[in-house]
């Protein structure tokens, strides 16, 4: 399987981050990708080769073009006025509010764009969400090609992003972008199968009234853990989309049988769309040792995510999301997809 990376990734550093009660280093750093390229080389995955260049047109036929103007706007704002540090959010227009006219300043447009605090600016942020996108499609065209499958090693991550907002690390959709591209090159029907720990509120508002994309979210239950506002079992799909948005919450403390059983459920649901193109958002923060996640899946675990995937039979383009374990990242990201490549 053929790897997907830019260096580009590296200028998205040093920011921080508002938990509950403090500021801290952001957990979203360069060091997660550089664990994963450096382990998709010593378990020789396949070669490594750099992204094309894209314009936006393909972020825009799922983004709100106002919104994705805006992002390559920010830092230069940001110092425009005066500001230091991490560009953050820190005012949203919740209920009560107006969310249909957009300030003037960078900061405040920085809640108008976004759900959260956790999509904060620095210098090479916008380089670095430029370089995932570009990485997306440039993976997603080797599955268009013919390959069987290939590797997305994008940072930042994307499936917290909806359609005209950001939050949670995630900028641009990577998967939801790829999904579009596929359908705009002639698919009928894609699967977004997402593993990672959090619910990919982002990917499911994108594709919630649609019927050409699936959505399959495996994720801690929103009742007690990030995003909290979406990713209920209820939320089955609208409109066209009915039924095609799929969501498994598990409790903290989900092993690997109790997540399992709900990858196989997913995974025959998925088969019954028989899509032509799977994308796996793959997080890895469902490992045990993840310092802002509840689940408990083991480094062999993830080997056995990949093989089953690999059991449908379809192409795949795997895209990286979360994992904060940085030094067992790179074995269970590459875990699964050596356990795609074992069969
Ligand atoms: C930690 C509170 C939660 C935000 C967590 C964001 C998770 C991001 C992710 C992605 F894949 F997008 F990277 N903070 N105390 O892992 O879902
Ligand atoms: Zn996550």
């Known amino acids: 399987m053929k790897t997907v990376y830019s260096p580009l990734h590296a200028g998205h550093a040093g920011q921080m981050e508002l938990v509950t009660s403090a500021i801290v280093p952001g957990f979203e750093k360069p060091s997660r990708a550089e664990f994963i390229k450096a382990r998709v080389e010593s378990e020789k995955l396949g070669p490594i080769i750099g992204p094309v260049e894209h314009d936006l047109t393909a972020a825009k036929r799922i983004h709100k073009a106002d919104y994705i103007d805006f992002l390559p706007t920010v830092w230069p704002a940001w110092k425009a006025a005066g500001f230091e540090g991490t560009a953050m959010a820190f005012t949203w227009p919740t209920r009560g509010l107006r969310g249909d006219v957009p300030p003037k300043r960078v900061d405040a447009l920085l809640g108008y764009y976004s759900f959260d605090a956790g999509a904060t600016f620095v210098d090479g942020t916008w380089t670095a969400i430029k370089s995932s996108y570009d990485v997306a499609l440039t993976a997603a065209a080797l599955v268009k090609g013919g390959e069987r499958s290939a590797f997305a090693l994008c940072r930042p991550p994307g499936h917290h992003a909806g359609a005209g907002f950001m939050g949670g690390y995630c900028y641009i959709n990577n998967a939801a972008v790829a999904a579009q591209w596929f359908l705009d090159q002639g698919a009928k029907?894609?699967?977004?199968?997402?593993?990672?720990?959090?619910?990919?509120?982002?990917?499911?508002?994108?594709?919630?009234?649609?019927?050409?994309?699936?959505?399959?979210?495996?994720?801690?239950?929103?009742?007690?853990?990030?995003?909290?506002?979406?990713?209920?079992?209820?939320e089955r799909g609208a409109s066209a989309g009915e039924g095609f948005n799929v969501n498994y919450p598990m409790p903290f403390g989900t092993n690997w049988d109790a997540w399992n059983a709900s990858l196989e459920d997913a995974c025959v649901k998925l088969a019954a769309y028989a899509p032509d193109i799977v994308i796996v958002s793959l997080g890895v923060d469902t490992f045990e040792k993840d310092p802002i996640s509840q689940f408990k899946l083991k480094s062999p675990d993830?080997?056995?995510?990949?093989?089953?995937?690999?059991?449908?039979?379809?192409?795949?383009?795997?895209?990286?999301?979360?994992?904060?374990?940085?030094?067992e990242i790179g074995i269970n990201a590459v875990g699964v997809l050596t356990g795609f490549e074992d069969k």
Do not use: C, W
């Not at 019927?211 to 495996?218: G, K, P």
């Not at 080997?303 to 994992?323: C, D, N, S």
């Open 189 to 234: 029907r894609v699967s977004i199968l997402d593993v990672d720990y959090h619910h990919g509120n982002g990917t499911q508002e994108i594709f919630y009234e649609r019927a050409d994309v699936q959505v399959l979210n495996l994720h801690g239950d929103p009742m007690v853990e990030y995003p909290f506002f979406l990713g209920h079992a209820d």
């Open 302 to 327: 993830y080997p056995k995510i990949g093989h089953r995937i690999a059991k449908l039979g379809l192409p795949t383009l795997f895209v990286m999301e979360g994992g904060y374990a940085v030094e």
